[in-house]
């Protein structure tokens, strides 16, 4: 069966790094587009970086680009965020997102929660 699993979330202090895992398993990969989302606390969940299904091209929401960097590894069958210089305002749950290209089937991961305190 379809599975995202992330990892990597935690507590860290303002202008610190996480970097997020999404393990992706049970759909053929290259076929997928993949995003990261997230939902701050009382909050929609928002749009924060997606990256084409051969890793060709990537987009960024406005308040982190030039501080978040999306990647995948088709080797592991995985896509990362990696955040760095965080701020209060990254709080939230983060998850990944996989839209097929060809059957734009959607599936999604359980989240993991990233908090920017000091």
């Known amino acids: 069966q379809v599975q995202l699993v992330e990892s990597g979330g935690g507590l860290v202090q303002p202008g610190g790094s996480l970097r997020l895992s999404c393990a992706a398993s049970?759909?053929?990969?290259?076929?997928?587009?993949m995003s990261w989302y997230r939902r701050p606390p009382g909050k929609e969940r928002e749009l924060v970086a997606g990256?084409?299904?051969?890793?060709?091209?990537?987009n960024y929401a406005g308040s982190v680009k030039g501080r978040f960097t999306i990647s995948r590894d088709s080797a592991k069958n995985t896509v990362y965020l990696q955040m760095n210089s965080l701020k209060p305002e990254d709080t939230a749950v983060y998850y990944c997102?996989?839209?097929?290209?060809?059957?734009?089937?959607?599936?999604w991961g359980q989240g993991t929660q990233v908090t920017v305190s000091s």
């Open positions: 990256i084409s299904n051969l890793g060709g091209s990537t």
């Open positions: 997102n996989a839209r097929g290209i060809v059957d734009r089937r959607d599936y």
């Open positions: 049970g759909f053929t990969f290259s076929l997928y587009a």
